[in-house]
């Protein structure tokens, strides 16, 4: 069977399932009539013009795990920030740990989605958030939607400030030959409050996982939220990422997308705007090899006036690496004194190695600011042997330079335990020990 | 320290150097003039390891060994410095970050240990103010920004740093205001001794009335035609390159 067919009859399996009330039975019912509809998206589709699903979707993936599997702190301690400076929302095969977990109520809720579904006193919140951005159309997002049941829920009340960062992880232990799991993450962050959130998908095994996640971000007004995703995963694991952010005025918001790892990851952000003065960052640094794909698909929508947005996305491909960017940006004609800038710079290491870059403005304001710059090219050979001349070996040279180019994006990463990490994935990820801190 | 025999390098198939017969011992001071275009960058490049040009004949030697199979960085780690005519900006990389690479690498090179961190910052220091480099400087991103004057500064910086054995001077004056020259100038002199050499390479006597040569060598359509003492960059600076050329022609 076909996996569209498999996730269509196991849906009605799934709804006897978990319990739900009549509101979120119609949104998952029409949710899966979308997927039905529409299916996986194929290279047909614009959006979808340089990624393929198709040989993944040949997995014969299991979409419940049967078993219950438990995994020893101690093995997996690396890929968190910190034991015990960090909130830990903790999730194995799809399913909450709470073992690996530290979740509180105590003035922020930092816990699981499952309980924010079912429990009635939150389901105010719920009726209010819970699908109100994640687009209904799109297919993908729709079959999440449709088995959503499990993930990170955060509710930060207004003018807070959380005491520490908060860490969703994903980890599969491959006890499945396939699996494919759909983490939902409702965020909603109040008025004047800062929160700093980490996301990481890892599988710890070599067995195939396809994970299809959608993670909705809410802002109220002058919120700020600094959300990272780092995307390390093994060679087995694939990704395809939706995250969809609403903000209100003067809100704050950056999402930075660390991707240096998996088979395939599809990243699909966007951000909504919904009042003025609002800004949004969207940055990334991506360094694949091999045969790894990436590809980032975004979207800003400005819509109200005076509101600023700053993309600046960095690759770095060798071996038979693909990348994609394409970066959208659509100005209302409301959206008047728009600022919003767009930068996308690949390097080739290799001739094999592929990127498609693709900027998408469509203005329908008159008095704004807009601009995009794409450049790809390769490693500059006059710094290179500048470098080298002052004695610094051609490998670790090239490490420096590519350093260099992604420093802008390294130097926005808040959290410094986190900037010292992503440094070290990158130094670890070239091969070269580098004598300094950036 | 510095032998060089009979060397011919050409970039893209255009033979540009063409025999170049060249020594110099510990302690000396060379100025290598000529008009533009003579070979004067393609003699330093080539020394230095650049592989975009081809050696096509001949041999350079560095204390007797043969550089010829040393990659640039290997040369460097020997003690061979090169002080770029147009330094290369490295955003992203601080000028500090930067030394501590190059310091520390040559230093694995050559079986020592890394140098401690209080010790570099020391060193960082003494050197900065030698060159009379503001301290904030140090922090910035490399040669990002920075002026004509302020880049070649940072160049000599960057040779009082290594310590090299031999320093090669491309075009080190031009760019510089009289005051940046007076400073350069005075850098080297400071770091000049009995166990190094330098190599001036310059295209105005100017520079040579503050870094006193020992000898002076015309290079001309990729030969060295003319060498003598530091009399001879006055000689240049009067008459200028056509009388070379004249006599070449003859």
Same mark, same amino acid.
């Given at each position: ?438 | ?15 540009? #150097?063409? +025999?170049?017969? &060249?020594?110099?011992? !510990?302690? $000396?001071?060379? =100025?290598?003039? *000529?008009?533009?275009? %003579? ?22 030697? #560095?204390? +007797?060994?043969? &550089?010829?199979?040393? !990659?640039? $960085?290997?040369? =460097?780690?020997? *003690?061979?410095?090169? %002080? ?43 050197? %900065? ?122």
């Amino acid at each position: 069977m076909e996996l569209k067919e498999k996730l269509i009859a196991s849906f009605m399996a799934f709804e006897e399932r978990v319990d739900v009330d009549a509101d979120l039975h119609n949104i998952r019912t029409s949710a899966i009539q979308n997927f039905e509809s529409k299916g996986f998206p194929t290279k047909k589709e614009e959006a979808w013009k340089y990624t393929s699903l198709n040989s993944l979707l040949k997995n014969d993936f299991t979409v419940f795990p049967k078993n219950e599997n438990t995994i020893q702190f101690a093995d997996v301690k690396k890929y968190f920030l910190h034991e015990i400076d960090t909130y830990k929302v903790v999730f194995i095969d799809g399913i909450f740990s709470s073992f690996l977990s530290s979740t509180t109520h105590d003035g922020i809720d930092v816990c699981l989605m499952s309980s924010a579904l079912n429990k009635p006193k939150y389901k105010m919140v719920i009726d209010n958030y819970f699908n109100h951005i994640a687009n209904k159309e799109e297919s993908l997002t729709s079959l999440n939607t449709a088995f959503a049941s499990e993930g990170a829920y955060i509710n930060i009340p207004k003018s807070k400030v959380t005491d520490k960062p908060i860490e969703i992880m994903y980890f599969s232990t491959g006890s499945e030959a396939a699996l494919l799991v759909q983490p939902r993450n409702l965020v909603i962050v109040g008025e004047n409050s800062h929160v700093q959130i980490i996301e990481r998908h890892q599988s710890l095994n070599e067995n195939a996982v396809l994970t299809n996640s959608v993670t909705e971000i809410f802002a109220q007004k002058r919120a700020i939220v600094d959300y990272y995703k780092i995307q390390n995963d093994n060679h087995t694991a694939s990704l395809i990422d939706n995250t969809y952010v609403s903000q209100q005025q003067e809100s704050r918001v950056h999402v930075n997308t660390f991707s240096f790892g998996g088979s395939l990851t599809r990243n699909n952000l966007n951000f909504y705007h919904f009042g003025e003065r609002i800004e949004s960052h969207l940055n990334g640094i991506t360094i694949i090899g091999e045969r790894q794909h990436v590809d980032h698909y975004t979207l800003v929508h400005h819509a109200q006036p005076n509101c600023e947005s700053f993309q600046d996305y960095k690759g770095i491909f060798s071996d038979n690496a693909i990348g994609v960017f394409n970066g959208k940006i659509y100005v209302e004609k409301e959206a008047q004194k728009t600022n919003a800038f767009q930068k996308n710079n690949n390097i080739l290491l290799s001739d094999k190695a592929t990127i498609n870059a693709k900027p998408q403005l469509e203005i329908f304001a008159d008095d704004v600011k807009c601009s995009h710059g794409c450049t790809i090219g390769q490693l500059d050979e006059t710094a290179m042997f500048y470098m080298q001349s002052r004695g610094i070996p051609k490998k670790e040279a090239k490490a420096l330079l590519m350093y260099a180019f992604s420093n802008a994006v390294i130097e926005s990463i808040k959290i410094p335990e986190l900037k010292q990490r992503i440094t070290k994935i990158i130094a670890n990820k070239l091969g070269v020990k580098l004598g300094f801190d950036l | 320290m510095l032998q060089i025999k009979n060397l011919h390098a050409s970039v893209e198939d255009k033979e540009i #150097l063409k +025999g170049i017969n &060249l020594e110099v011992k !510990a302690g $000396e001071v060379h =100025a290598i003039m *000529g008009p533009n275009g %003579s070979g004067k960058s393609t003699l330093s490049a080539v020394i230095a390891g650049n592989e975009n040009y081809e050696v096509t004949d001949g041999q350079v030697f #560095l204390d +007797g060994e043969d &550089l010829a199979d040393l !990659a640039p $960085e290997e040369r =460097a780690h020997k *003690g061979v410095f090169l %002080s770029f005519q147009y330094p290369v900006e490295i955003p992203g990389v601080s000028v500090t970050n930067f030394m501590r690479t190059a310091i520390n690498e040559t230093r694995k090179a050559n079986g020592k240990e890394e140098m401690p961190a209080n010790e570099m910052l020391k060193f960082i220091r003494e050197k %900065s103010e030698l060159l009379e480099i503001d301290r904030k400087f140090l922090s910035r991103s490399l040669n990002e920004g920075f002026s004509g004057g302020e880049k070649k500064r940072n160049e000599i910086f960057q040779m009082a740093m290594l310590e090299p054995k031999l320093a090669i001077l491309d075009e080190t004056d031009s760019g510089l205001d009289i005051d940046a020259l007076r400073i350069v100038a005075n850098g080297v002199n400071k770091l000049k001794s009995e166990n190094n050499a330098i190599i001036v390479i310059t295209h105005y006597q100017r520079l040579l009335d503050y870094i006193v040569p020992d000898f002076v060598h015309v290079l001309y359509n990729g030969r060295i035609v003319k060498s003598g003492g530091k009399e001879l960059a006055y000689e240049l600076e009067e008459k200028g390159y056509d009388w070379i050329k004249q006599e070449q022609e003859a």
